[in-house]
């Protein structure tokens, strides 16, 4: 029972239905998990369901809504050990939140070998504004030296990929090689457009 997909769309609350399938008699068995979260309080249930996954769990999509500011608090994904592959859609998810996250993986993470990040908001902010570049600009380092790392211990790949805004006018390979230098050019990411 519950061995496939649990995709997670939540509009009013995780909670409610988070209480209900942890206090099923067997284990849950859930392989993917998609967690589209609103609300602060969402953070702690996403992190019970991936305990209570962490035996099956391999894939794990994570999803914000764009119109809730992102909490300064990041998710836990210490307990999900058998990951195979993470993605992150970065509607509302800042660069720094994602950072936090991918500091919580370990060398018991055996399996990791692909982080996927859709940075649709955050990136696209960042190219097309001086500002916001200067203020994503350091993120984004952080997010380069995170990703060195990986790969350097678990020889984990990052794919990142990026829908050009209309008014985008610039190269983003070279936009994103400038803020991620050692990732681009050692070929620890995957850039896609």
Request: hydrophobic share 45%; proline share 3%; with cysteine.
């Amino acid at each position: 029972m519950f061995t496939g997909t649990l995709d997670f769309l939540s509009f009013g609350g995780m909670g409610n239905i988070t209480r209900r399938l942890l206090d099923l008699p067997d284990s849950l068995h859930f392989r993917r998990l998609v967690f589209s979260w609103h609300y602060q309080e969402d953070l702690h249930w996403m992190e019970e369901l991936l305990a209570a996954c962490s035996d099956t769990l391999e894939c794990l999509e994570i999803l914000h809504n764009p119109s809730v500011h992102t909490s300064l608090t990041s998710i836990n994904l210490s307990k999900a050990t058998k990951l195979r592959a993470a993605t992150f859609r970065a509607l509302s998810l800042s660069v720094a939140w994602i950072t936090m996250a991918l500091q919580t993986i370990s060398p018991r993470h055996q399996d990791l070998r692909q982080i996927s990040i859709h940075a649709c908001h955050d990136l696209a902010l960042a190219t097309i504004d001086a500002n916001m570049m200067q203020s994503f600009g350091g993120q984004w380092l952080d997010l380069d030296r995170l990703l060195v790392q990986l790969w350097e211990s678990r020889s984990i790949q990052t794919k990142l990929m990026h829908v050009t805004p209309v008014q985008e006018t610039q190269d983003m390979g070279e936009q994103v090689g400038r803020w991620l230098p050692e990732a681009t050019e050692r070929g620890i990411i995957d850039l896609v457009e």
